[in-house]
């Protein structure tokens, strides 16, 4: 038996289809999708289904010990010990376990002047999307100021402020973290690059400056390696925390 | 079960549970909730929390009004929640055991009428602990039974219906975005409730630009529903004092006094609110406010004075109920998994909250929603919508196809709006349902071929 063409819903014979196209071509949410009875129809409902599921695995998934090794950074976990504990539990993401803190002052270079920590926040798959591009342009580009630039680390469960730790356990003038965001259903691919001058344990992550949606469709990768090699220039010279907006 | 020495003991097969302190013992007996264990007050096992339900069992209401988790001295919450108890009904039921409230509530004999009348004097430290001792059906049962009518432009609440709240958020505020939305939630059936919009930017003029367009478009299209801009009370304020046409006021409220400095609110600039409402709100009223709450916010800005979340959740509806609000919404799984960590939590608290609400009086509803790190998906939320369309909600907030591209969370979507009234066989409000009627969106109640396109909304 074959389904009934007639049955035809609303926006199938809409009032105005050209107006209807156009709201559909250009407005951010999902709208003009149409229905089956009071239910969406199928594609509509498997296209969310999967964009929440894509931001689902961002989260829950990790990044691959290939990566970290290719992209030659130390890889430490926070105090979280699983992904479960990570989400319950957000303070044991903020901070490194004295074992851990010991193997990072033995594997990375002290005090240096810019510290690199890549975590994973919320989103893997962020840090897989872009870091690959980003970070050898911020490489360079620190280089080419002559900034002096530590052991760059990658942290398993890693929140905002677990660069707290790592730069007072470093004795690092500055550093910045680059974090996979909480991802939305438009993209789960965003990352965050936060600064702080003077890390320490316990500075607030309201303190911290930043710049977000890092993404291809955001700021891309590689510009946004250049725009943080620029903005850890000026924290070091002005020695504090917040950068000129104006100088991106 | 046999009870022990003192008032928080119990013991079981020979075990002795003992709780230092009725804030400990009332924690320790919620339902599992990530919260409760970041806050380090959660039971540490699944016995010692029936213990702990057992014992608030046999509490009597009466420790419970001397024993205000907050103190009195300390907090203005307590202090608004105890000026507002009537004394008088409050004797009447003070040597009852909270047992004996649970049983109250769901006895056959038991309905609307008889609940509101013992209602005045119920503290929402009485409500929050006999929602610790129900089940989740009890939670339902019970919450059907009693009706919460409140009136702005139209009337929501009565018998036989169920609104939602058009939630149409745009990243960038973009007013056209806006009314493209507000349209297609219309052509389902949905905006009885309000037609709320969470502004990106918290600023006088982009609030009162976003009230002026949705006043206009309510206007043009004669739509018995009511506008609001969920921004800081105090921008809102602003706006209204400046003439924008809003028709409620809404803040985000918390269970403590300190919960509520962290919101930028105190108990007087909600009087001064709730004035400014009344005279210079468009709407018909009377009830002209709008709060939203949820299970973990004291926690989330270290305000929850060692009190589990969902008593301080309780004492947010005694804090509303002072103001005779159009609408209450917890808004559930915004919070994250450190507070509700899956779909079991969500659900679970969602049912407590709109059961908590109703008791205290409140129109009650729900933003049954989730962010993406918390392991929830939208099964979940279409499951608590059921649910709570079973327990009388009075409304839903909802948004295109549940995705708010704003906030970046998943509510409801707009299809769920017809879903639920033709599962229950509801009614929209009944001055929106005979604009439904009259716009061709509806027959009989039934959605037409007209239903879900919103270019029926162009003018000519």
Redesign the interface.
């Known amino acids: 038996m074959s389904r009934n063409s007639d049955r035809?819903?609303?926006?199938d014979?809409?009032?105005?289809?050209a107006?209807?196209e156009r709201?559909r071509g250009s407005?951010?949410?999902?709208?003009?999708?149409?229905?089956t009875?009071?239910?969406?129809r199928t594609e509509?409902l498997l296209e969310?289904?999967l964009?929440?599921a894509k931001?689902?695995d961002?989260?829950t998934t990790h990044v691959s010990p290939k990566l970290v090794e290719e992209l030659g950074l130390v890889g430490v976990q926070s105090r979280a010990t699983s992904k479960t504990e990570y989400?319950?539990?957000?303070g044991q993401g903020r901070d490194i376990s004295d074992e851990t803190a010991d193997s990072v002052r033995q594997q990375c270079t002290m005090q240096p002047q810019v510290q690199i920590v890549v975590s994973d926040g919320?989103s893997s798959t962020a840090v897989e999307a872009n870091v690959p591009d980003l970070l050898p342009v911020l490489l360079d580009g620190l280089a080419d100021r002559g900034l002096d630039v530590g052991t760059p680390i990658f942290v398993e469960y890693g929140r905002v402020d677990v660069m707290d730790a790592i730069g007072e356990e470093l004795d690092a003038n500055c550093c910045v973290n680059l974090i996979g965001e909480?991802?939305?259903?438009?993209t789960n691919e965003s990352l965050s690059a936060y600064f702080v001058y003077g890390p320490e344990r316990g500075g607030a992550t309201a303190d911290k400056s930043v710049i977000s949606n890092i993404h291809r469709d955001g700021i891309p990768p590689v510009e946004a390696g250049a725009e943080i090699a620029a903005v850890l220039e000026e924290l070091c010279e002005t020695k504090r925390n917040g950068f000129d907006t104006e100088s991106r | 079960m046999s009870s022990g020495e003192t008032a928080y003991t119990a013991v079981f097969d020979g075990i002795q549970h003992e709780f230092d302190s009725l804030q400990s013992v009332l924690a320790k007996a919620n339902e599992r909730k990530?919260g409760d264990?970041?806050a380090g007050i959660a039971a540490t096992s699944s016995a010692e929390r029936i213990a702990a339900k057992d014992v608030i069992s046999r509490l009597t209401l009466e420790t419970l009004y001397e024993n205000p988790v907050v103190p009195v001295a300390d907090d203005e919450v307590t202090r608004t929640i105890r000026e507002g108890i009537c004394e008088e009904t409050y004797e009447e039921i003070a040597d009852w055991t909270v047992a004996d409230l649970r049983e109250f509530l769901l006895d056959e004999s038991t309905g609307d009428e008889e609940i509101r009348t013992l209602r005045g004097g119920l503290t929402s430290e009485m409500i929050a602990a006999v929602t610790k001792i129900m089940s989740n059906m009890d939670l339902v049962v019970a919450a059907s039974k009693m009706t919460v009518v409140a009136r702005c432009n139209n009337t929501i609440g009565t018998e036989g219906t169920v609104s939602f709240r058009l939630q149409?958020n745009?990243?960038s505020d973009d007013t056209e975005?806006i009314l493209?939305?507000v349209r297609?939630g219309l052509?389902?059936g949905v905006g009885d409730a309000v037609i709320g919009i969470n502004p990106v930017s918290d600023d006088v003029a982009q609030v009162k630009e976003l009230l002026r367009a949705t006043a206009e478009f309510i206007d043009r299209w004669d739509v018995p529903t009511q506008n609001c801009v969920l921004a800081h009370i105090t921008t809102q304020m602003d706006a209204v004092r400046d003439g924008a046409p809003a028709d409620l006021l809404f803040q985000s409220i918390a269970g403590t006094e300190r919960g509520n400095r962290e919101f930028g609110i105190d108990v007087g600039l909600l009087d001064d609110a709730a004035e400014l409402g009344q005279n210079r709100c468009q709407a018909e009223g009377p009830n002209v406010m709008y709060f939203e709450t949820g299970q973990g916010a004291e926690l989330s800005n270290d305000a929850h004075e060692g009190v589990d979340q969902l008593t301080l959740e309780a004492r947010c509806y005694g804090l509303a109920r002072e103001y005779d609000p159009f609408l209450v919404n917890t808004v559930v799984g915004f919070i994250g998994?450190?507070y509700l960590?899956d779909g079991e939590q969500v659900i679970r608290a969602g049912l407590e909250d709109v059961f908590m609400g109703k008791l205290h009086g409140l129109p009650m509803g729900i933003d049954a929603c989730y962010?993406?790190?918390t392991?929830a998906?939208?099964n979940d939320i279409e499951n608590l919508a059921v649910l709570l369309t079973a327990a009388g909600s009075n409304f839903f907030i909802t948004?295109?196809?549940?995705?708010d591209?704003m906030l970046?969370y998943?509510s409801n979507?707009f299809?769920?709006?017809?879903?639920l009234r033709?599962l229950f066989d509801l009614q929209a409000a009944p001055e929106f349902e005979v604009w439904l009627e009259e716009m061709g969106i509806t027959d009989d109640g039934q959605?037409t071929?007209?239903?879900?396109?919103?270019?029926?909304f162009?003018d000519p």
């Open positions: 035809l819903s609303g926006v014979r809409p009032e105005n289809e107006q209807l709201i407005h951010p949410s999902r709208v003009g999708v149409g229905r009875g009071s239910r969406p509509t969310f289904r964009d929440h931001a689902r961002a989260v989400l319950a539990d957000p919320l909480r991802p939305g259903l438009a | 990530s264990k970041l149409p745009d990243p975005n493209h939305s297609e052509s389902y998994p450190e960590y962010t993406n790190h392991n998906d939208q948004v295109p196809m549940g995705d591209v970046n998943q979507s299809h769920d709006g017809p879903a033709t959605l071929d007209r239903a879900g396109d919103q270019t029926i162009t």
